[in-house]
């Protein structure tokens, strides 16, 4: 196979479970809180003290700088939205709302000094436990990453839903980011950690992915944060899973194959860069006080599930910003 060494029908049916798994688990920690705060603090308190310095200790696969930062910035993000879904003055607070993309900016930035990091490494071969391929594919993934961080927008229009799961909706994100962040995240897990990239690159993206495309939408970021969470605590305890049980899937390691997903993720995301350059230089928008896509269907059709347009003018005070020029604005209920 082009990107895989070979897939046996089990391993399917084990990244079947993983997808399933991550996607309920979910949905059973936004939607009750105290089953959140036992997955995301209680648990993890007992696995840093009594798990992870065995199973992801020195010399492991998920031994890393990397993977410990990774694990303990996600459950960050994760608790930090939940502060903001259940204490009604954060979601009011436009510095409490920077906190959103500056955690979602820093866990891309990890990513991409990772993609450099092992581009300068010169490697062909197992290090820190993982195979690497070192190339200009680690350099090309690394710029897509800042080009996908720098084309973060919108999070000043972040809002609570109005259903008893209180959801961090963020309408500006929409499906073409969300889908060019899926693609140079591919590509970075692939590159840097190859043969884990059949769970932790394909089936945890689109585990967030579903949600926000199909359960609840303009959440992408809270599912992200949350399956991303539950997939490092579960990874980091049981590492052996994706590196030598009979479920692990090896990726092929050629050089052909880390070039096309870079260049895929450099594409999308140069491409999603032009349109949003495009925006706001013929709308006269200014990215960091305004969202930029409030006329689209899809940011309207979020919008308007989620908060009503007088709630969004008490939550976040005058919201004429919201509309470009000649833009329909958010109807009320």
Same mark, same amino acid.
């Given at each position: ?18 997808? =399933? =798994? ?10 009750? !809180?105290?089953?959140?705060? $036992? ?17 992801? $200790? ?21 608790? $930090? ?12 607070? !436009? ?49 897509? =990453? ?7 927008? $919108? ?38 950690? =190859? ?20 359960? !609840? ?117």
């Amino acid at each position: 196979m082009f990107l895989y060494e070979s897939i046996p029908w089990y391993s399917w049916i084990a990244w079947f479970a993983v997808l =399933g =798994g991550l996607i309920l688990l979910n949905e059973v920690t936004r939607r009750w !809180k105290w089953v959140g705060l $036992g997955f995301f603090v209680a648990l993890p308190i007992i696995l840093t003290i009594f798990v992870w310095p065995t199973t992801a $200790g020195a010399g492991s696969s998920t031994g890393t700088w990397f993977h410990w930062v990774k694990v303990y910035s996600a459950l960050a993000g994760v608790l $930090g939205f939940m502060a903001i879904r259940y204490i009604p003055r954060l979601a009011a607070n !436009k510095w409490a709302l920077l906190f959103p993309p500056a955690i979602l900016g820093l866990n891309i930035l990890e990513a991409c000094i990772r993609d450099f990091q092992v581009g300068a490494m010169g490697a062909d071969g197992m290090i820190d436990g993982v195979f690497m391929v070192s190339g200009p594919w680690n350099y090309m993934n690394g710029v897509a =990453g800042i080009i996908n961080l720098i084309t973060i927008c $919108g999070w000043m229009g972040i809002i609570i839903s109005r259903d008893s799961s209180r959801d961090m909706v963020w309408p500006d994100m929409l499906w073409f980011w969300i889908i060019a962040y899926d693609l140079w995240n591919f590509a970075y897990v692939y590159n840097c950690v =190859g043969d884990h990239s059949f769970y932790a690159g394909a089936a945890l993206l689109i585990s967030c992915t579903i949600p926000a495309f199909f359960i !609840k939408k303009g959440a992408w970021l809270q599912h992200r944060a949350a399956t991303l969470a539950l997939w490092m605590m579960f990874t980091m305890a049981v590492p052996a899973f994706v590196t030598s049980s009979a479920f692990s899937v090896q990726a092929s390691h050629d050089p052909a194959a880390l070039f096309t997903v870079s260049a895929i993720s450099l594409a999308a995301n140069l491409a999603v860069l032009v349109y949003q350059g495009h925006r706001i230089i013929t709308r006269r928008l200014n990215p960091l006080t305004q969202e930029l896509y409030t006329d689209l269907p899809q940011y309207i059709a979020v919008r308007d599930a989620n908060l009503a347009l007088d709630d969004a003018t008490n939550a976040h005070g005058d919201t004429s910003h919201r509309t470009d020029a000649g833009a329909t604005p958010v109807a009320t209920r």
